[in-house]
């Protein structure tokens, strides 16, 4: 069977759930025996979201390549279940660097560069990217709102699609918004056709409309919508509001969404098999005892900023069987030797988070003095596992200069410091980095090697001695200070295989305080929860 392409769009407004519904119906088709694979296009010009500040885009997602994504990859991940890479998201500035380089470069033999067909055909070369390893379904999800101007080049390309392929491989469909009016008691069609006509206006007939709303749609009003926007009766479906992202595969179920999709484009005639999902819908209905969890991070105020954070320690509550109760603590506010016993009473747990930059570090530190000193259960992260270290040294060490060189570049100790180079062991090179400045130094991106040492908190979680884990940071531990940490206490639990790099660190005698240089989260899945998030859930819950 050759690859059936199913393209998902958005209209009248943003943040209705493409993403979510993209993976949720990649999870249906999946559960029929179907082989997926799932992209997202992205109309911005930044060539990735890598540079973007968290609270104008929400969270970098990072894949095990080195990609760094928008976050509705980590969706598609925990959903499927499968890892996804470079070629699943492409933004404009990514296609439009590819077009002018190969314009500098005379592909083009001289000849005028246009938006069609030169950067349409770029942007359908992506896409035909998903589908070459024999994929039963390719699902694309197109960001932005039909409107925009910026993503118009996609749309064209997507429309262009179904006359190269055929109509039998190409299925359209639109989620949009059906507003409920609370004060005259009635959903209201007309954003959903004009957002459909909009879409109709640039020469894409939406073949299956899924509505977002507050309240299911009765027949009338399903009917309704698909006699206006032009559509089969039965393609009109209710994308209902639920209590939990992970409803949203069964909800679209019941609704008959995947049996529709398989009707149109002609795939195997397969019952889903969705005992997973049902398991899991019933293990949030019946949570277990709560426990209160702090996330201590300076870009609380955008949630989507932590989202796989927070939808690690989701899983680990459902695996744990703990309702976790989020605190998001924005470390801006927390005042040293002030205000912090007020703000982090009542807690079973503490995390502190990944970031760059200084602002926030001193009220992160002084959140992990008080875990460290109070016995709360901890878990830092890339910047929070560096944080940790710089406390420890601060406060067990005696080093009260102690600092990493990003917030402090000529610290007497720079317990955190920039490698001028180390060793990549994914493709055996010695990679170097800027010393001169923070911008555009090499990262360690991806996935990297990890080998834990027995009979520590790490490799009571993991239950094996080498580990691949993603990472996203510059500045490392600095070995010229193991001796002294080790001997006050703290345990170099996680090393790269040449002992270069410190990956995790853990303290003897405290019930649970571990810090790792990569991140966890990424890795994380409903079904299956991360072992480091597992343990640290299970350990906040000794303390409730």
Not at 4 to 21: E, H, R
Not at 228 to 244: G, L, Q, Y
Not at 331 to 337: E, F, Q, V, Y
Request: net charge negative.
């Amino acid at each position: 069977m050759k690859t059936k392409f199913i393209f998902v769009t958005g209209g009248v407004l943003s943040s209705l759930g493409k993403g979510l519904a993209a993976a949720s119906i990649g999870a249906l088709l999946k559960a029929r025996g179907l082989k997926v694979n799932i992209q997202k296009l992205d109309p911005y010009i930044n060539v990735d979201p890598g540079t973007m500040n968290p609270f104008q885009h929400g969270e970098v997602y990072v894949t095990d390549d080195g990609a760094e994504t928008d976050l509705d990859l980590g969706h598609y991940e925990r959903y499927l279940d499968q890892p996804m890479a470079q070629i699943n998201n492409f933004t404009s500035g990514r296609i439009y660097h590819s077009v002018i380089t190969k314009e500098r470069r005379g592909d083009y033999l001289g000849g005028t560069v246009q938006v069609i067909p030169h950067i349409t055909d770029e942007i359908k070369n992506a896409i035909k990217s998903v589908a070459q390893n024999d994929e039963d379904v390719a699902i694309i999800e197109i960001g932005g709102t039909v409107g925009d101007i910026e993503g118009l080049p996609f749309l064209e390309a997507i429309r262009q699609l179904r006359g190269e392929l055929g109509k039998d491989q190409v299925l359209y469909i639109h989620l949009t918004l059906v507003p409920y009016m609370k004060a005259a008691g009635e959903l209201k069609t007309k954003p959903t056709q004009h957002s459909v006509k909009e879409l109709r206006s640039i020469g894409i007939q939406a073949d299956i409309i899924l509505c977002r709303s507050e309240v299911d749609l009765d027949q009338d009003i399903k009917s309704k919508i698909a006699l206006f926007c032009n559509v089969d009766p039965d393609a009109v479906f209710t994308a209902k509001d639920v209590r939990s992202i992970y409803e949203v595969p069964m909800a679209l179920y019941e609704e008959g969404l995947d049996q529709k999709i398989a009707i149109m484009l002609k795939l195997p005639a397969k019952n889903p098999n969705l005992q997973s999902w049902e398991n899991l819908v019933h293990r949030l209905h019946h949570p277990g005892p709560k426990i209160n969890i702090a996330i201590v991070g300076k870009y609380v105020d955008l949630r989507e900023s932590y989202k796989s954070l927070h939808e690690a320690l989701v899983h680990a509550g459902l695996e744990s069987e703990r309702e976790v109760e989020l605190r998001y603590v924005n470390s801006d506010s927390l005042i040293p030797g002030g205000n912090v016993q007020q703000q982090m009473s009542g807690l079973h747990g503490i995390l502190v988070p990944g970031g760059f930059g200084s602002r926030g570090i001193e009220g992160k530190i002084a959140a992990i003095s008080y875990a460290r000193s109070q016995n709360i259960p901890f878990f830092g992260i890339c910047l929070g596992m560096q944080c940790a270290v710089i406390e420890f040294a601060r406060n067990v060490l005696g080093l009260r200069d102690a600092d990493s060189q990003e917030f402090s570049p000529d610290t007497e100790h720079p317990v955190i410091y920039l490698m001028k180079e180390w060793f990549d062991f994914r493709n055996n090179t010695v990679q170097k980095r800027c010393q001169e400045s923070n911008k555009g130094g090499t990262m360690r991106l991806g996935a990297y090697p990890c080998v834990i040492t027995e009979g520590t908190k790490a490799y009571e979680a993991y239950q094996t001695r080498e580990i691949m884990e993603r990472h996203r940071h510059r500045y490392e531990f600095n070995k010229k200070y193991a001796q002294q940490f080790e001997a006050e206490g703290m345990i170099f639990s996680g090393l790269s295989p040449d002992k270069s790099l410190v990956e995790i660190v853990e303290l003897e005698n405290h019930p649970w305080f571990l810090g790792c240089q990569f991140h966890p989260e990424f890795k994380s899945n409903p079904m299956r929860a991360h072992p480091l998030f597992r343990e640290f859930v299970r350990a906040a819950g000794l303390a409730g």
